[in-house]
């Protein structure tokens, strides 16, 4: 069974920082993009950052300059850390994974669009 589990995040005062980490487990041969979207109360879940197989990273405008995504291949893991919060920035934050490659039972699967179970990140101002 895979799954995604996430760690870090909590309680921060604006201007301060935090890390999420976002651990892939199972018989995973291989993973395609990674990325944190974020939902905030009364919002649409939102792309925070993505990052390729190859270490490629995008993110959209309002991190840019803030956020830091990276990832660990040999370990399945992806990593997030966010500089400069700000109170906006509150929201759960959610791992992705939009394609990997496991065996179950010796046998090849591909899994597609895998969520984590999210954490909840703060931000104070």
């Known amino acids: 069974q895979v799954q995604l589990v996430e760690s870090g995040g909590g309680l921060v005062q604006a201007g301060g920082s935090l890390r999420l980490s976002c651990a892939a487990s199972?018989?995973?041969?291989?993973?395609?993009?990674m990325g944190w979207y974020r939902q905030a109360p009364g919002k649409q879940r939102a792309l925070v950052a993505l990052?390729?197989?190859?270490?490629?990273?995008n993110y959209p405008d309002f991190v840019k300059g803030r956020f830091t995504i990276s990832r660990d291949n040999a370990r399945h893991t992806v990593y997030l850390n966010m500089n400069s919060l700000k109170p906006e920035d509150t929201a759960v934050y959610y791992c992705?994974?939009?394609?990997?490659?496991?065996?179950?039972?010796?046998?090849?699967?591909?899994?597609?669009?895998?969520w984590g179970q999210g954490t909840q990140d703060t931000v104070s101002s």
């Open positions: 992705n994974v939009n394609h990997l490659l496991c065996y179950k039972n010796d046998r090849p699967e591909h899994k597609y669009d895998v």
């Open positions: 199972g018989s995973i041969f291989s993973i395609n993009a």
């Open positions: 990052v390729t197989g190859d270490h490629k990273a």
